[in-house]
């Protein structure tokens, strides 16, 4: 198992190995497919290779999220079923059923095949989160992914709470 950190520094996330090495940095993109405010982009330090991830345009309540990885681009989508309770989103990437879900701890559960790739872990106080990938092997591929849900989560939580707020204010009529 490999254990990472993501910490907010200025106005951008920097991603390091348990040594403390910065692996990558993460801060908003700004690309007319993706909602205002709802894209980011993974800039890894060792090869400068960029991944993206966002919330297409154009959605009512369910979103859609593109991810970009080198030249290929995978779609990726709430669970319709699921998502109206917690944050759980899937799709298919190079053939293989990827789920992002959180459990029960308040954590983001990264699964290939219903295998647990990795885990996320926001911290409580500050802006950021521990990471752990199970299989070393698949790090350098996974953890830009997971790191960047990190970013589609907090936008699912803020996006609940409002609507929680608006159904208890309808309640209270």
């Known amino acids: 198992m490999a254990s990472f950190s993501m910490i907010k520094k200025d106005h951008q996330f920097h991603v390091h190995d348990s040594d403390g090495i910065e692996l990558a940095d993460i801060h908003a993109l700004q690309a007319t497919h993706f909602e205002k405010g709802h894209a980011f982009v993974y800039t890894s330090r060792t090869d400068d290779q960029s991944i993206h991830v966002g919330i297409q345009k154009g959605r009512l309540i369910f979103a859609d999220y593109l991810l970009q990885v080198a030249d290929r681009t995978f779609s990726l989508q709430d669970h319709k079923g699921k998502s109206l309770l917690y944050f759980a989103v899937s799709g298919v990437i190079n053939g293989k059923n990827i789920y992002i879900e959180e459990d029960w701890d308040g954590h983001i559960e990264l699964k290939v095949e219903k295998e647990k790739i990795g885990l996320i872990m926001p911290y409580t106080f500050r802006k950021g ?12 591929f996974y953890l830009p992914i997971l790191s960047l849900f990190y970013f589609m989560f907090q936008i699912y939580k803020k996006e609940s709470e409002f609507v929680e707020d608006l159904i208890e204010e309808a309640l209270d009529l």
């Open 129 to 140: 989160a521990k990471i752990d990938i199970f299989n070393e092997a698949d790090q350098d």
